[in-house]
């Protein structure tokens, strides 16, 4: 069963803004860490934002790349993440992948961790 869907990916302009959502059902959100991941093509799937549990404190990462740019969000009631993205560049370009972790960014346990199908974000003139 898919436990994590992401949307709102699509075709925009460089300088221009998206918001991805990553709808979680069938678990409790509440204890996870939940992250934002992309991959370009030919290359490596990198983090791009992370965000803890309100228990570990609701503390945020990101990438250097896209630090002052993209924020990332989390809804546990909806059991949603959100990632705001602006000021899109064409080095955005990619696959974007939500994950649920636990118990920390960056200090997950593999066997407890989720992943979405991914969603596309194109950025191009």
């Known amino acids: 069963q898919v436990l994590l869907v992401e949307s709102g990916g699509g075709l925009v302009q460089p300088g221009d803004s998206l918001r991805l959502s990553c709808g979680a059902k069938?678990?409790?959100?509440?204890?996870?860490?939940m992250g934002w991941f992309r991959q370009a093509p030919g290359k490596e799937r990198e983090v791009v934002a992370c965000i803890n549990s309100r228990e570990s404190g609701n503390s945020t990462d990101y990438a250097d790349s896209v630090k002052g740019r993209f924020t990332i969000s989390r809804d546990n009631a909806e059991k949603t993440t959100f990632l705001q993205m602006n000021s899109l560049k064409p080095e955005d370009t990619g696959t974007y992948y939500c994950?649920?972790?636990?118990?920390?960014?960056?200090?997950?346990?593999?066997?407890?961790?989720?992943w979405g199908q991914g969603t596309q974000v194109t950025v191009s003139s």
């Open positions: 069938g678990f409790t959100l509440d204890y996870y860490a």
């Open positions: 994950a649920a972790m636990y118990p920390l960014c960056g200090n997950s346990r593999p066997d407890l961790e989720l």
